[in-house]
Structure formats: structure tokens, C-alpha cells
């Protein structure tokens, strides 16, 4: 999924903020830098995700006969793929 990188930076804002408020953790970086590392980390997820994706389309792509995007027969093997890539990786 496409997310913009100033979405991808309220998410480590939001993040960094809610950690910061949390009695129970001790950090020893300032919030720049858990921001810093939170967007780091999600946009490495995103990454990843896309990556899979693609995989789990690509799989549709190749079967023998056309899969309409869209169709329940679609939807089923995209979660099937996507669940088994996910697998694949360990994710």
C-alpha cells in the first residue's frame, strides 16, 4: 500500500508520542531519534508489504487461464498468495 511520506512521519510522530507518554518506558535516545527509528521501521514494513503484494499478484498473473481482479475467485487466491508469501518470509 501506498502511504505518503508525510503520513508515514505523523505515524512515527504519533508513535514517538504515545512511547513518550508511557510511565513504564525508560528511554535513552531523545524523541527525535525514536521518530527517526519509528519511521525508519514502518517504512521497511511498507516496503515489504509492497513487496509481497506484487508476489501475491504475480502468482494471479500466471495461472492459466485470466482471474479478473476483483472477483471473488480473485480475492480468494490474493489472501491465499499473500498469506503464503507472509508465510514464506516469516513475517
Same mark, same amino acid.
Given at each position: ?9 505523523? /505515524? ?6 504515545? /512511547? ?18 519509528? *519511521? ?11 513487496? &509481497? ?11 492459466? *487461464?485470466? &482471474? ?6 480473485w480475492d480468494i487466491l490474493y489472501r491465499k498468495y ?6 514464506? /518470509?516469516?513475517?
Amino acid at each position: 500500500m501506498r502511504i505518503s511520506r508525510d503520513k508515514v512521519n505523523k /505515524l512515527a510522530h504519533t508513535v514517538a508520542d504515545t /512511547l513518550a507518554e508511557v510511565d513504564e518506558a525508560e528511554f535513552l535516545e531523545d524523541r527525535n531519534t525514536l521518530r527517526q527509528e519509528a *519511521r525508519r521501521i514502518l517504512e521497511m514494513l511498507l516496503t515489504e508489504e509492497t513487496k &509481497i503484494d506484487a508476489a501475491a499478484r504475480t502468482k494471479i498473473s500466471s495461472q492459466q *487461464r485470466i &482471474i479478473l481482479e476483483g472477483s471473488q475467485e480473485w480475492d480468494i487466491l490474493y489472501r491465499k498468495y499473500y498469506n503464503d508469501e507472509v508465510k514464506r /518470509l516469516g513475517i
